[in-house]
Nanobody, 119 residues
């Protein structure tokens, strides 16, 4: 089955860290542009970070810059989001989005992983 799946969410105190992972099955993430989105209760889905392919350029939302780091693990076929200095406003469901460019452009969404930051 061709899909992506997130893991690594949980409950953490403010100032703590979490590492989210997006794993793909059925295709290689190394050739895909991958993004992390989040959706807080009562709010729309917002882009948090992305990493391009080719090139590996990372981009971060202003709210994430300096605290979050996105990286690829091509051996494990995952893309990770290291989140440090977490704040209560980071509480949301985090979603992985992967855009596979071939054989035709296909977008994959995971089911999401809950991140809760307590104050």
């Amino acid at each position: 089955q061709v899909q992506v799946e997130e893991s690594g969410g949980g409950l953490v105190q403010a100032g703590g860290s979490l590492r989210l992972s997006c794993a793909a099955s059925g295709f290689s993430l190394s050739g895909s542009t991958v993004s992390w989105y989040r959706q807080a209760p009562g709010k729309g889905r917002e882009l948090v970070a992305s990493i391009t392919s080719p090139g590996g350029t990372t981009n971060y939302a202003e709210s994430a810059a300096g605290r979050f780091t996105m990286s690829r693990d091509n051996v494990a076929n995952t893309v990770n989001l290291q989140m440090n200095s977490l704040k209560p406003e980071d509480t949301a469901v985090y979603y992985c989005n992967a855009v596979r460019p071939w054989p035709w452009r296909t977008t994959f969404w995971g089911q999401g992983t809950q991140v809760t930051v307590s104050s």
